[in-house]
């Protein structure tokens, strides 16, 4: 069994490449997905997104998909789908094998230990609709922050993989000088970079590929990588 890793796939959007370099890869279905943010595929909020979570789990032979929320997803349909109890904490689940990773929370995957943090903010929000095409809880709630902690404290601030759709403030100026952006969520993980040990941080969001060496941080986007 191994675990992949994948960069926004934004429902359609970036699906075929998806496609394509997973039967490259020859997956098999022992094989974990993890999108790391706007999956997408939870969007419509009616029935298109189920059908649109059964053609994926057809198309892709992975055992499990699995997903870190972005800033592209429809929080007010995730926020109600039911709960159920996997890789050690609580999912949500949304088809057959797809399960969404909550904030906050250790997951125990493959005998590896992941901390997740999803959530972003929408730098075009401005443009967008609310409750249509955005949604205020893209950004972590007081609980979801208290629950983090709570999980930080709990493991020692030791784990094997950091997974988040954004990045910490110094992990943020390394894949750019662009990158000026500065919120509460990449606030809170600049306050406990310097205590986190980990072996890698993965996430998505700025659309690139790009490791942060000094942070043992990889950025991926459009790209199916195999974890080490």
Same mark, same amino acid.
């Given at each position: ?150 999980? *930080? &404290? %709990?493991?020692? $601030? /030791?784990?094997? =993989? ?8 110094? !992990? ?20 406990? *970079? &310097? %205590?986190?040990? $980990? /072996?890698?941080? =993965? ?8 490791? !942060? ?16």
């Amino acid at each position: 069994m191994a675990i992949y890793l994948y960069g926004d796939l934004h429902r359609d959007n970036d699906l075929f490449p998806l496609i394509e370099q997973t039967r490259e890869k020859k997956i098999t279905d022992e094989d974990i997905l993890i999108i790391l943010g706007d999956f997408g595929g939870i969007w419509f909020n009616d029935y298109k997104d189920e059908e649109w979570i059964e053609n994926l789990e057809n198309t892709l032979p992975y055992k499990y998909i699995l997903f870190v929320d972005g800033n592209h997803e429809c929080f007010e349909k995730i926020n109600k789908l039911p709960i159920v109890e996997m890789f050690g904490n609580p999912v949500h689940k949304c088809g057959e094998k797809t399960y969404h990773l909550m904030r906050g929370f250790r997951y125990n995957i493959n005998e590896k230990a992941f901390f997740v943090m999803g959530g972003a903010s929408s730098v075009d929000k401005f443009v967008r609709v609310k409750g249509i095409s955005w949604w205020p809880e893209e950004m972590p709630s007081k609980e979801e922050y208290e629950r983090a902690f709570k999980t *930080l &404290d %709990d493991n020692e $601030y /030791k784990f094997d =993989y950091i997974l988040s759709h954004c990045a910490a403030n110094s !992990i943020q100026k390394g894949l750019s000088k662009f990158f000026i952006n500065k919120d509460k969520l990449t606030c809170f993980f600049e306050s406990i *970079l &310097d %205590d986190l040990q $980990y /072996k890698h941080w =993965y996430f998505g969001h700025y659309h690139m590929n790009k490791t !942060i060496n000094e942070y043992n941080a990889t950025c991926i986007y459009r790209k199916l990588i195999k974890l080490k």
